[in-house]
DNA sequence: CTCTTTTTCTTGCGTCAAGAAAGAAAACTT
DNA sequence: AAGTTTTCTTTCTTGACGCAAGAAAAAGAG
C-alpha cells in the first residue's frame, strides 16, 4: 500500500470559508498570506476560496496604501460592511428589543417595541413589526439584508427554529421562526438568548481568544451558555447550561423552581432582595438595592452590601464547580446583574478561588461585561451571520 | 456563480475509516450497505475506504452462510480478533493491573503486580515487566502488539504522554510514554484513568447508543470523565471532570483538599466512614462498613444506611448539577464504590430527581456498571485500539 | 535607470475524498 | 430458464487542497 499523505487541515469546503470569513473579521484587516497560516493552509488554498467571498461581498479588499517595506504589497482583506445588514432582536416577556448592524456586528440602528403581554401572538407580531422599523432606519446603502436573528430564553430547537419551552415567556412548542419568516420575508434564525451572548462574544468580544469559555447572566435569573472546544455546546437536547438550579446548598432557600439552595436561589435578585427585607431595608427593585449599598444610610449599606456579598460567594462556588467540572478558561459575567459587580465581585472571586480545585480552574479568568444594552440583540444578529457565511456561500 | 455542492458528510479520509472500523466495532457484524446508512455516505465510499483496514487484518469478511432473503448476499464485516492484540493497563498506588485483549477488547488474559511504593521508577519498572509477562500469556496467534495503553489517575497531557500531576500518585511530570516505550517497544498511549472509561463504555459499553454521557467512579475518591457530542472532553487544559471538588454544602466537612463541602467529602468513602464513627460504628475501611449496613445488627444497620444514604443523596445533588449543566443523556457509575448501589442508589436517585432542573436532564438515565474488575484496564486498551485505528492506516 | 532581491499572490497540476450512476454478482421467485 | 431484488463494485465527475513554479509589485543595489 502507497503511503498516503496526511491532510493536515480538516477543514473542508464551505467550512473553509466559514473560517477564513470568521479569521478576517476577528482578526482585522489580513492578508492572504497570515490567513493561510492561521489556518494551517497553504495559500493558494486561501486564494481559491476567496472569490464566492468576494463577489458575494462579504470581504472586501481594502486600498492599501500604507508603505509595506520591499516585496509585492499585501491586499489586506477586511470584512465589507456596507453591502449587508443584519437584524437581530430579543424577544423578552416585556418588550422586543432589536438592533440592524452590519456584518461586522457594528450596531447601526436600533429600537425596541413593548408589548402589553408575552403570547407567542402579541410577541412575534411585535418583533415582526420592529424588524420593519428597524429597516426603515438602516441606511439604504445596504444592498441586502441577510437575515433576522433572534434570542429567546428557554429551550430552543434552533434547528426548527421552534421555543420548545419557556418559563419566562410561558411558551410551549412556539414556532418562531416559521411566522416570522412569513411576516417579513427573510430567513430567520432563532436561539437561546444566552447562546446569542455566546456567539457574539465568541467573535467579537472576550471569547476570541479562548476556545472554552462561558457566558453567565446575572439577573432575576441566571443564565449560562457554553462554548467548549471553540463550538456552542448545547447538550444533548439543546438544554444545557442551567447554571442557575445547580444544588449548592442543602440547607438554603426555597428556589422558584421549587428546590432548595439552587443557585439561582442564592445569588438571583431575589435572594438579594430577601436578605434586604430580613435585615430590615425592604427593596422594591434590584436596582433601589445596589442604590442603597451604594449610597444608603451606613446601617443600609452593611445590610446590602452583605446581601450582595452573599450572593456573590453563591455565584463564586457555582462557577468554582462548573469550572471544576469543564476546566473553562474564561467565564465572562453578562446580564443586567453585572452592574453591581463592584458590590458582589469580590465575594465572588474569593468564593471561586477559594473552590476553584486545581490550578488551571484557579486559573480560569474572569471578565465582567460592560453593560451593553444591545448586547443580546447584538447577539442575536451574530447568529445570522454566522449561519449565513457558514452555510449560504453559493 | 455555479451553485456549489454541499457535502453531507463531515468525515474525512482517516476519519471516516476510523468511523467505519468503530461502526464495525459496535454495531456488530454488519453490511457495507448498512454502514453506508449509519455513517451517511453512500455505498461506494464505503467500498472504497476497506481496503486498508482488510489488508491490515482489523476487519475481516465472515463466512456468510446463514439464508438472507433475496438479492446478492451481504458480506458481513466484522473485527478480526485474531490478528492483533493491545495490552492495557492501570497504574494504582498499590498495584499496576493489566489485561491483554484482542481488537474487540476482550480480554485475553490479565494480571497484576503490586508495587512496594508508588515512585514513577517502581511503577514504571512495575509496568513494563507486567507487560512482558502478560504477553507471555497471550496467544501467539497474535501477529502484533498494536501498543500499550496505560491509565493513570490525576491530570494527564495524553499528547506528550505525560501526567503532569497525580495526587493519589504523588508524581509531578512523569513521563509515562518514554520510559514504557523504551522498555516494551510498543506505542504507547497514556490518559487519564476515568478517560479510558469513558472510552470504554463509548465503545463497548453503555455509552454505544448515547452521544453525551458521564462516567463517574465512585470510591475513596470521586472521579469523572465526560462524553460531550461524542468526543471525549478534557477540557481547555485536560482537567475536566473535577466532580469531586464541586462545592455542594457551605456547612458541609472538610474535605481532603482543604475545602468545605465537596462533593467527595460529602460522598466519598471517608464521609460514609466518618458518618459511622459518629454514629457509634466505626469501620476501619469501606468494605466493613458496606457489610455493615447489609448485615449488621438493626442499630448498626441503620447507621450504616443512613450514611450511605446520606453519601447518595450529595452524590444525586452532585449529578443533578452536572446534569443541569450539560444536559447529558447517561450517567454510568462505575468504580469501587459502585457495589455499594443498592445501598446509597434509592437516595441517589431521589435527590438527582428533585434537583433535575428540567425534562431533559430528568431524562438523564443512570446506569451502574457491574463489577469488572478489568474495567479501567480494558479501557486503557481501548485508547491503543481507537489511537491506532484512528490514526495509524497507511 | 536598469537589474536584483524579496515578499506576496496566482496558476497549473496531481491526489484524494466522496457522490452519482450504471453495471455485475448472487440469490430468490415465477 | 427468465425475471426480480438486493448488494456490492466500477467508473466518472466534482471539489478541496498541497505542491511547485511563475507572475506581480515594491525596495534596494549597482
Redesign the interface.
Known amino acids: 500500500?502507497s503511503?498516503?499523505k496526511?491532510?493536515f487541515s480538516?477543514l473542508?469546503?464551505?467550512?473553509t470559508r466559514a473560517e477564513i470569513f470568521a479569521t478576517v473579521l476577528t482578526a482585522g484587516p489580513i492578508s492572504r498570506t497570515q490567513l493561510a497560516q492561521r489556518l494551517g493552509l497553504v495559500p493558494s488554498s486561501v486564494t481559491r476560496m476567496l472569490?464566492?467571498l468576494l463577489?458575494h461581498g462579504y470581504l472586501r479588499e481594502a486600498d492599501a496604501t500604507a508603505p509595506q517595506g520591499r516585496g509585492r504589497p499585501q491586499k489586506m482583506l477586511h470584512v465589507n460592511p456596507d453591502k449587508h445588514i443584519v437584524v437581530g432582536m430579543k424577544i423578552g416577556p416585556a418588550q422586543v428589543s432589536g438592533v440592524v448592524t452590519d456584518m461586522a456586528a457594528n450596531v447601526l440602528a436600533r429600537d425596541e417595541e413593548p408589548i402589553a403581554d408575552c403570547t407567542p401572538r402579541t410577541a412575534l407580531s411585535a418583533a415582526a413589526a420592529l424588524t420593519g422599523r428597524l429597516l426603515s432606519k438602516a441606511p439604504e446603502a445596504a444592498d441586502r439584508v441577510l437575515g433576522l436573528g433572534v434570542g429567546v430564553s428557554g429551550?430552543v430547537d434552533s434547528a426548527a427554529g421552534v421555543c420548545r419551552y419557556s418559563a419566562l415567556l410561558d411558551w410551549n412548542k412556539v414556532d418562531v421562526a416559521g411566522p416570522l419568516q412569513e411576516a417579513t420575508g427573510l430567513p430567520v434564525v432563532v436561539n437561546n438568548d444566552v447562546n446569542t451572548l455566546v456567539v457574539a462574544e465568541r467573535w467579537f468580544g472576550e471569547g476570541r481568544d479562548?476556545?472554552?469559555f462561558a457566558v453567565v447572566t446575572v439577573g432575576p435569573g441566571i443564565g449560562?451558555g457554553?462554548l467548549?472546544?471553540g463550538s456552542l455546546?448545547?447538550?444533548?437536547?439543546?438544554?444545557?447550561?442551567?447554571?442557575g438550579?445547580?444544588?449548592?446548598?442543602?440547607?438554603g432557600p426555597m428556589c422558584s423552581?421549587g428546590?432548595r439552595g439552587?443557585l439561582e436561589a442564592l445569588a438571583g435578585d431575589r435572594a438579594v432582595l430577601r436578605h434586604l427585607q430580613d435585615g430590615g431595608f425592604a427593596c422594591a427593585s434590584i436596582g433601589e438595592a445596589i442604590t442603597l449599598a451604594r449610597s444608603g444610610t451606613d446601617a443600609a449599606r452593611n445590610v446590602a452590601l452583605a446581601a450582595f456579598t452573599e450572593a456573590g460567594?453563591a455565584l463564586g462556588?457555582g462557577l468554582?464547580?462548573?469550572c471544576?467540572?469543564?476546566?473553562?478558561?474564561k467565564i465572562i459575567l453578562a446580564g443586567e446583574g453585572a452592574v453591581a459587580h463592584d458590590l458582589f465581585g469580590p465575594a465572588l472571586t474569593q468564593a471561586l478561588e477559594?473552590?476553584a480545585?486545581?490550578t488551571?480552574?484557579r486559573d480560569c479568568r474572569i471578565h465582567v461585561d460592560p453593560v451593553q444594552h444591545d448586547l443580546w440583540a447584538r447577539g442575536a444578529a451574530c447568529l445570522v451571520i454566522r449561519d449565513t457565511v457558514g452555510a449560504t456561500?453559493?
Open positions: 500500500m503511503p498516503s496526511i491532510r480538516e473542508v469546503g464551505e467550512q472569490p464566492p463577489e429551550h479562548v476556545d472554552s449560562c457554553l467548549l472546544n455546546f448545547s447538550g444533548a437536547t439543546g438544554l444545557a447550561g442551567e447554571l438550579h445547580v444544588p449548592l446548598d442543602p440547607a423552581c428546590r439552587c460567594t462556588r468554582a464547580g462548573m471544576n467540572l469543564l476546566n473553562l478558561q477559594a473552590h480545585f486545581s488551571a480552574a456561500l453559493s
